[in-house]
T-cell receptor
Framework: DAEITQSPRHKITETGRQVTLACHQTWNHNNMFWYRQDLGHGLRLIHYSYGVQDTNKGEVSDGYSVSRSNTEDLPLTLESAASSQTSVYFC??????????FGSGTRLTVV | AQKITQTQPGMFVQEKEAVTLDCTYDTSDQSYGLFWYKQPSSGEMIFLIYQGSYDEQNATEGRYSLNFQKARKSANLVISASQLGDSAMYFCAMISGGFKTIFGAGTRLFVKA
């Protein structure tokens, strides 16, 4: 069965370190997204991609970057982790605009 | 600017009763879509229901229905015959102008036995 997987599920890192969160989907979806979830804010869009070599900034992109070298993967990099980036991160993919399939999430703690 | 507003941080409902979760939205686009997702305590995001802005009928999926009132810009979720397993966080979301989706802050539903 097709799926979307995120790794790691949990990560603790220190302030200032570079961190990369992985997202891999086997749906062959062109569209991929990264969200962060914080209490009281729902899910906020960080970056998104509509295809290979395409990346776009979302509403909370500062301090994050993505790259899309193939259809399956959209890794999210925190260039220099800050405590404000402690959050739960969700990757999602979609083919059409009607619904997204989400990964299980990565809980990141920056200490 | 596009915005989703969920005004109910928490809701209680008795098992087997119906409950309505409120959602209002704001967009200047004529074509858009509205979603509801469920997030149980395990954390995954589960798609529940979708309504397109041009759909004339309200969307239904089993016990879930979306009460779409375009003029009022509201897209309330109605859950009929609540079950204990419905206890979860519920997010209203909107897609417009591409494939980006914006989410509301969520409503936590508690179903009482």
């Amino acid at each position: 069965d097709a799926e979307i997987t995120q790794s790691p599920r949990h990560k603790i890192t220190e302030t200032g370190r570079q961190v990369t969160l992985a997202c891999h989907q086997t749906w062959n979806h062109n569209n991929m997204f990264w969200y962060r979830q914080d209490l009281g804010h729902g899910l906020r869009l960080i970056h998104y991609s509509y295809g290979v070599q395409d990346t776009n900034k979302g509403e909370v992109s500062d301090g994050y970057s993505v790259s899309r070298s193939n259809t399956e993967d959209l890794p999210l990099t925190l260039e220099s982790a800050a405590s404000s980036q402690t959050s739960v991160y969700f990757c999602a993919s979609s083919e059409t605009g009607t619904r997204k399939t989400f990964g299980s999430g990565t809980r990141l703690t920056v200490v | 600017a596009q915005k989703i507003t969920q005004t109910q941080p928490g809701m209680f409902v008795q098992e087997k009763e119906a409950v309505t979760l409120d959602c209002t939205y704001d967009t200047s686009d004529q074509s858009y879509g509205l979603f509801w997702y469920k997030q149980p305590s395990s954390g995954e995001m589960i798609f529940l229901i979708y309504q397109g802005s041009y759909d004339e009928q309200n969307a239904t999926e089993g016990r879930y229905s979306l009460n779409f009132q375009k003029a009022r810009k509201s897209a309330n979720l109605v859950i009929s015959a609540s079950q204990l397993g419905d206890s979860a966080m519920y997010f209203c979301a909107m897609i417009s102008g591409g494939f980006k989706t914006i989410f509301g802050a969520g409503t936590r539903l508690f179903v009482k036995a």
